[in-house]
C-alpha cells in the first residue's frame, strides 16, 4: 500500500501537482509521470513540484493491478486551483463503474481552475466524460483510440503520436508514454537539461518528441504479417548490410514482382521504403545513445556514405543527424 505522505516544498514558485487516484486505473500511468516530476525536484534547487494524490473516498484504491493506494486528501477537501491536474488511464475504458456524478463534476470543476490538463493513455476518457473537451486533438494508446472516436467524435485523435498538446491539454498514449509527457513537460517549466537529467536518473529512453509513433514500424509489420516475420527480422538484423529487392525475394523463394507485392499488402509498405524506414529508426537510437561518430552510425545502418545518410535522415526528419544528436545529448 502506497501510504500517505505530506509534500514538505515551501518555495513560493512551486508547482501544484493534483493526481487522481480511482478504482481500475493503471498504477503505472500514474507512478511514471509522478517519479519524473519528483525527480525534477530533486535534481534541481529551483524547480519544484508539489505533488498531492486525491480519490473520490477516504479508503484505499485498488488499482486495475490490485496495488492499493491511498490518498492525501478526498476530492471533497480539494477545491483549490493546480498547476497540473493529471489524470491516469484506465485498463479499459469500456468499464465506466469509476464515473460516479460526484468525481465526474469534481474533475471538471477542477479544469476551469487548473493551469494544465493532463491525462496519461486512457485517462482522456476521464476528461471526455466531464464534458471537459470540445474538438481537441488529442492521442490515447492506439488500441483504445477507434472507441475514443465512436464515443466523443468531436475530438481529433491523433492515435500513431507519443503525446499531444492542445492549448491547456496534454495527452499521451499508454504506460511509458506518459513519462515523456512529464518530461516534455519539465522542460517546458525548467529547461532541456533539466528534463533529460531527469530521463538519465529513471534509466529512461532519452526524451522523445511527442510526434515520434508510438511503436516503430518493426512492430508494426510484425503484428501485421506472419508469412514475412521471419523476413522481418532477418532485414533487423542485417540493415548494415546491402539489401535489395532481389535478396529479399529470393530468400521467400518468389519472383521479385511477386514478392513486392505481397509484402506492400501484408506490410503496407514497398519492402524497400521498409527497409529505409528501419535504417532510419535504428540511426536515431545509435545518434540518441551517444556511443559511436555519426560516420559510424551511417555505417551501422547500412548507408553508402555519410552524405547519403545527412541526406535521407533529414528528408524524413527535417533535421540533421548532427542537429539530431546535440537536441538528445546534454552533459546532465
Given at each position: 500500500m502506497i501510504?500517505k505522505?505530506?509534500?514538505?516544498g515551501?518555495?513560493k514558485?512551486?508547482?501544484?501537482?493534483?493526481?487522481?487516484?480511482?478504482p481500475?486505473?493503471?498504477a503505472?500511468?500514474?507512478?511514471?509521470?509522478?517519479e519524473?516530476f519528483?525527480?525534477?525536484?530533486l535534481?534541481?534547487?529551483s524547480?519544484?513540484y508539489?505533488?498531492e494524490?486525491v480519490?473520490e473516498?477516504?479508503?484505499?484504491?485498488?488499482?486495475?493491478?490490485?496495488?492499493?493506494?491511498?490518498?492525501?486528501q478526498?476530492?471533497?477537501?480539494v477545491?483549490s486551483?493546480?498547476d497540473i491536474l493529471?489524470?491516469?488511464?484506465?485498463?479499459d475504458?469500456?468499464?465506466t463503474a469509476y464515473?460516479?456524478?460526484?468525481l465526474l463534476?469534481?474533475?471538471?470543476r477542477?479544469c476551469?481552475i487548473s493551469?494544465?490538463?493532463v491525462?496519461i493513455?486512457?485517462?482522456?476518457f476521464v476528461?471526455?466524460?466531464?464534458?471537459?473537451?470540445?474538438?481537441?486533438?488529442?492521442?490515447t494508446?492506439w488500441?483504445d483510440?477507434?472507441?475514443?472516436?465512436?464515443?466523443?467524435p468531436?475530438?481529433?485523435?491523433?492515435?500513431?503520436?507519443i503525446?499531444?498538446?492542445?492549448?491547456?491539454?496534454?495527452?499521451s498514449?499508454?504506460?511509458?508514454?506518459?513519462?515523456?509527457?512529464?518530461l516534455?513537460?519539465?522542460a517546458?517549466d525548467?529547461g532541456k537539461?533539466l528534463?533529460?537529467?531527469?530521463?538519465?536518473?529513471?534509466?529512461v529512453?532519452?526524451q522523445?518528441s511527442g510526434?515520434?509513433r508510438?511503436?516503430?514500424?518493426?512492430?508494426?509489420?510484425?503484428?501485421?504479417?506472419?508469412?514475412?516475420r521471419d523476413?522481418?527480422?532477418w532485414i533487423?538484423e542485417?540493415l548494415?548490410n546491402?539489401?535489395?529487392?532481389?535478396?529479399?525475394?529470393?530468400?521467400c523463394?518468389?519472383s521479385?514482382?511477386n514478392?513486392?507485392r505481397a509484402?506492400r499488402?501484408d506490410v503496407?509498405?514497398?519492402?524497400?521504403t521498409?527497409v529505409?524506414?528501419r535504417?532510419?529508426?535504428?540511426?536515431k537510437m545509435l545518434l540518441?545513445?551517444?556511443?559511436?561518430?555519426?560516420g559510424?552510425v551511417?555505417k551501422?545502418c547500412?548507408?553508402n556514405?555519410?552524405d547519403?545518410f545527412g541526406?535521407?535522415f533529414?528528408?524524413t526528419?527535417a533535421?540533421?543527424p548532427?542537429?539530431?544528436?546535440?537536441?538528445?545529448?546534454?552533459?546532465?
Amino acid at each position: 500500500m502506497i501510504a500517505k505522505k505530506r509534500q514538505n516544498g515551501s518555495q513560493k514558485n512551486a508547482r501544484r501537482l493534483v493526481a487522481l487516484i480511482y478504482p481500475g486505473m493503471v498504477a503505472l500511468d500514474l507512478v511514471g509521470p509522478v517519479e519524473a516530476f519528483r525527480y525534477a525536484s530533486l535534481l534541481s534547487g529551483s524547480a519544484e513540484y508539489r505533488i498531492e494524490f486525491v480519490s473520490e473516498k477516504d479508503d484505499p484504491v485498488s488499482a486495475a493491478s490490485t496495488l492499493k493506494l491511498l490518498a492525501d486528501q478526498t476530492i471533497g477537501n480539494v477545491q483549490s486551483p493546480s498547476d497540473i491536474l493529471l489524470i491516469p488511464g484506465m485498463m479499459d475504458p469500456e468499464d465506466t463503474a469509476y464515473q460516479s456524478t460526484e468525481l465526474l463534476q469534481w474533475v471538471k470543476r477542477q479544469c476551469k481552475i487548473s493551469n494544465r490538463w493532463v491525462s496519461i493513455c486512457s485517462g482522456v476518457f476521464v476528461l471526455a466524460a466531464a464534458g471537459v473537451l470540445g474538438n481537441e486533438e488529442v492521442t490515447t494508446h492506439w488500441n483504445d483510440s477507434a472507441q475514443l472516436r465512436k464515443r466523443f467524435p468531436a475530438l481529433t485523435v491523433q492515435d500513431d503520436q507519443i503525446y499531444v498538446k492542445s492549448g491547456k491539454l496534454y495527452t499521451s498514449g499508454g504506460v511509458t508514454a506518459g513519462i515523456d509527457l512529464a518530461l516534455a513537460i519539465i522542460a517546458e517549466d525548467h529547461g532541456k537539461d533539466l528534463a533529460l537529467a531527469v530521463a538519465k536518473r529513471m534509466l529512461v529512453y532519452l526524451q522523445r518528441s511527442g510526434d515520434q509513433r508510438q511503436f516503430s514500424s518493426l512492430l508494426k509489420a510484425q503484428s501485421k504479417s506472419d508469412r514475412f516475420r521471419d523476413l522481418i527480422t532477418w532485414i533487423d538484423e542485417n540493415l548494415q548490410n546491402q539489401i535489395d529487392i532481389e535478396t529479399l525475394s529470393n530468400r521467400c523463394a518468389m519472383s521479385p514482382r511477386n514478392f513486392s507485392r505481397a509484402f506492400r499488402t501484408d506490410v503496407g509498405l514497398p519492402p524497400m521504403t521498409f527497409v529505409r524506414e528501419r535504417r532510419l529508426e535504428k540511426a536515431k537510437m545509435l545518434l540518441e545513445a551517444h556511443t559511436t561518430t555519426i560516420g559510424e552510425v551511417a555505417k551501422m545502418c547500412g548507408f553508402n556514405s555519410l552524405d547519403q545518410f545527412g541526406k535521407s535522415f533529414g528528408a524524413t526528419f527535417a533535421v540533421s543527424p548532427q542537429t539530431y544528436r546535440k537536441q538528445f545529448y546534454s552533459k546532465a
